[in-house]
């Protein structure tokens, strides 16, 4: 079964601090990705990556980054919180490359509160 | 550019009834589409998917959907709901690169005893 794991399921951080959101995941899939959920919006893309050093803009990445070095591991930084930025993150996976539609794997999700 | 409109915010359903969430799409070509239930604190679990074929399928937990191209609607149904069935429902379709699920705004729905 796959696994997408987000390393923290809350977080408390000030405005001003860079965050780093951390999701690794255990099946060697290709893709990852970053979502933000937030009530009445559902779920909006922030990046994903298709292979190791590689990222793409999702439909709201101002504000943030992202980092994979690693092919399990996608990383989430926020390069200086503000509150706005207080919001559920869900990491998630797919097996195989662009274009090949499969299912996404999510983790349990990581909430954000930016004080 | 590809959406999916989910019309119903909140619904309640008696247990033991049966449940119907709307889902309208808009895409060009033939959708690959998706109904994910995500439980309180919980992330995204996959219920079922459409790629071809059958216009209707069978998913986990006695979930089914209906994807009906002239109404660009893919409804997910359960004849009979449970309390555990008490969740957020989320329709989805990948965009026209395959790259990403776009996703509707959530129904929540509630189960009364």
């Known amino acids: 079964d796959v696994k997408v794991t987000q390393s923290s399921r809350y977080l408390v951080k000030r405005t001003g601090e860079k965050v780093f959101l951390e999701c690794v995941q255990d099946m060697d899939h290709e893709n990852m990705f970053w979502y933000r959920q937030d009530p009445g919006l559902g779920l909006r893309l922030i990046y994903f990556?298709?292979?190791?050093?590689?990222?793409e803009k999702g439909d709201i990445p101002e504000g943030y980054s992202v980092s994979r070095e690693k092919k399990e591991r996608f990383s989430l930084i926020l390069e200086s919180a503000s509150t706005n930025q207080t919001s559920m993150y869900l990491c998630?996976?797919?097996?195989?490359?662009?274009?090949?539609?499969?299912?996404?794997?999510f983790g349990n999700g990581t909430r954000l509160t930016v004080t | 550019a590809q959406s999916v409109t989910q019309p119903d915010i909140h619904i309640t359903v008696s247990e033991g009834a049966s449940l119907e969430l709307r889902c309208n799409y808009s895409y060009g070509a033939t959708p690959y589409l998706f109904w994910y239930v995500q439980s309180p604190g919980q992330g995204l679990q996959l219920l079922l998917k459409?790629?071809?074929?059958?216009?209707l399928v069978q998913g986990i937990k006695g979930f089914e959907a209906e994807f009906k191209r002239s109404q660009s609607s893919f409804n997910l149904r359960k004849p009979s709901v449970h309390w555990s069935d008490a969740a957020e429902y989320f329709c989805?379709?990948?965009?026209?690169?395959?790259?990403?699920?776009?996703f509707g705004k959530g129904t929540t729905l509630s189960v009364s005893s």
């Open positions: 998630a996976s797919s097996a195989s490359g662009q274009g090949n539609y499969s299912p996404l794997h």
């Open positions: 990556s298709y292979d190791v050093k590689m990222k």
């Open positions: 989805a379709v990948f965009n026209q690169a395959g790259t990403a699920l776009i």
């Open positions: 459409y790629f071809s074929g059958d216009t």
